[in-house]
């Protein structure tokens, strides 16, 4: 499966984004999708994982209550709305796709499939 993900940009603190990613390839298969994010200087992160129902979420505590994740398997999408953002959020956004794990595996082990990030800037 490929993955591309869009919607990054330049926010100030307190403000919104939304994040898409597209997905191809083997979209049949039932994949627990998520996003991880990488701050500059510092490890890739968890973020947040939806299972391919969507009736099963799983979050960092950094962005619970902040951070929503969606799903439209019809279009093979994904999406992340960002709102209440801080500088902290800043960072390079990825895609992530995984056909086995559930989304709290997802977070703890990780996912197989990665697209290309989209940078997240927020100023303060």
């Known amino acids: 499966v490929q993955l591309q993900a869009s919607g990054g940009g330049l926010v100030q603190a307190g403000g919104s984004l939304r994040l898409s990613c597209a997905a191809s390839g083997r979209t049949r298969s039932m994949y627990t999708m998520g996003w991880f994010r990488q701050a500059p200087g510092k490890e890739r992160e968890f973020v947040v994982a939806i299972s391919w129902s969507g009736d099963s979420t799983y979050y960092a505590d950094s962005v619970k209550g902040r951070f929503t994740i969606s799903r439209d398997n019809a279009k093979n999408r994904v999406y992340l709305q960002m709102n209440s953002l801080a500088p902290e959020d800043t960072g390079v956004y990825y895609c992530?796709?995984?056909?086995?794990?559930?989304?709290?595996?997802?977070?703890?082990?990780?996912?197989?499939?990665w697209g290309k990030g989209t940078l997240v800037t927020v100023s303060s």
């Open positions: 992530a796709a995984d056909p086995t794990r559930s989304p709290v595996a997802a977070g703890t082990r990780g996912m197989d499939y």
